[in-house]
């Protein structure tokens, strides 16, 4: 048992011996580089570079061997990649010419085996707001082999092995795909191309544009399909939902696409903005608009013709005309410390925003719901002190037949 001790101890003090080689408290240590802190209490002793990644992690190089170390927790991974390239939280390193993808402390997640990796992003595992919560991300890489592609995710699954010419992500269910027949989407949680299409540019094979909520209250993916001069709208199952009428888009909200004339996808400065309604694959008003913006209110959107600002509501009438030098309806109302005051404009602005609200409900709700006649009395209340927009409300509610 004595002899057992002794041997502990022993061990002990070599340990010790062998970290008190390789490390210090950096007072001797070799550096061509100004990145790292003077306040940091852990360096390697021997290093010819380093860079600072983030709060205490540092990669260093020793030779032509890179390594991690944190200054305040010691050395994370020991010099033995050729390269250490940071992609949020996790890295990506390089050994013998192959690639693959380790952790803070040196874990490796996707082998060390492919011709290039790239983080596709970070994806919860499930849709379940508490399991998001307690079980750790998903990350997605595309991996490369052979000049093909496919990806897996850092909990070890090869989800498509490299078959594709190309390959990137749309979100976090979908992605772009082309072999040599043609593009199409994948959606990654059966892993089946559900379209196949016969367009032959990899780069691109398809735009697309999310919206975060809708008039109907449904989130969607749309992407938009080229033939000839003219595109279509198609949803996420593969379902043409328009015909090929619209002359372009540069993207969409609400249910509402923005057309436009230039069938470039980066729009030019010259081309004009026009909006389409993509359930009922209508167009709401042609393409005439130099700028499109969307407003905190539902349905409508702010427009620009020959430099002045206006206000189209989603079945493309105008509510405001184009005329005004600005237009900041989006502004937050800045109340006073009591809680009672506005500030002049902002409160020029409430009332604003109360005549879209009484515009919308009325269109969508009819001018008898509770809603719409809370908002006209509101409007009409002697708080509001701003006569044009009494007028103006008048003569909205004159149109549907109601005295105020």
């Given amino acids: 048992m004595k002899l057992k001790i002794k041997r502990m101890i022993l061990l002990l003090i070599l340990a010790f011996l062998i970290n008190s080689l390789f490390c210090t408290k950096g007072v001797f240590a070799k550096s061509y ?10 360096r390697p002793r021997f290093l010819d570079e380093e860079e600072n990644l983030g709060g205490s992690l540092y990669k260093y190089r020793v ?39 380790i952790n803070e402390a040196g874990i490796i997640l996707i082998p060390i085996q492919w011709d290039g990796v790239y983080n596709l992003g970070k994806f919860p595992q499930t849709n379940n707001f508490l399991s998001r919560l307690l079980l750790p991300p998903t990350y997605s890489f595309r991996i490369e082999k052979n000049g093909l592609f496919g990806w897996m995710t850092t909990d070890g699954r090869i989800v498509q092995p490299p078959t594709y010419v190309y390959l990137d992500s749309i979100n976090d269910d979908l992605y772009s795909v082309c072999d040599t027949n043609g593009c199409g989407i994948i959606y990654s949680k059966n892993n089946n191309v559900f379209l ?21 209250g449904n989130s969607k993916t749309i992407f938009s399909l080229k033939n000839g001069d003219k595109y279509a709208l198609m949803d996420v199952t593969g379902k043409q939902i328009s015909d090929y009428r619209y002359p372009g888009f540069k993207g969409m909200d609400h249910n ?29 008003i042609s393409p005439t608009f130099e700028n499109i913006e969307t407003l905190s209110q539902k349905g409508f959107y702010k427009v620009r013709i020959s430099g002045k600002w206006g206000v189209i509501a989603y079945d493309g009438e105008f509510v405001y005309p184009c005329e005004y030098g600005t237009f900041e309806i989006n502004r937050m109302m800045n109340k006073y410390p009591n809680g009672h005051k506005f500030d002049e404009i902002d ?3 409430y009332y ?22 809370k908002v006209i009395k509101e409007i009409m209340s002697d708080k509001n002190k701003h006569e044009d927009i009494k007028v103006k409300m008048k003569e909205f509610a004159k149109q549907y037949g109601l005295n105020l």
């Fill in 33 to 42: 580089s100004s990145s790292t802190s003077s306040s940091s209490n852990f």
């Fill in 63 to 101: 030779g032509a061997a890179w390594g991690l170390y944190d200054s305040s927790k010691g050395i994370r991974v020991f010099p033995q990649y050729e390269e250490i390239l940071d992609c949020g939280m996790l890295y990506l390193v390089k050994l013998n010419g192959q690639w693959g993808v």
């Fill in 196 to 216: 196949p299409l016969t367009q032959k540019n990899p780069i691109y094979p398809f735009y697309f544009s999310k919206t975060w909520t809708s008039i109907v």
């Fill in 256 to 284: 509402i696409a923005y057309t436009t004339r230039s069938t470039d996808r980066y729009r030019s400065a010259s081309s004009y903005l026009g909006l389409a309604a993509i359930n009922e694959d209508r167009e709401i």
């Fill in 347 to 349: 409160n020029y602005n």
């Fill in 352 to 373: 604003h925003q109360k005549y879209l609200e009484a515009y919308y409900y009325t269109k969508v709700q009819g001018i008898s719901s509770d809603k719409t006649q």
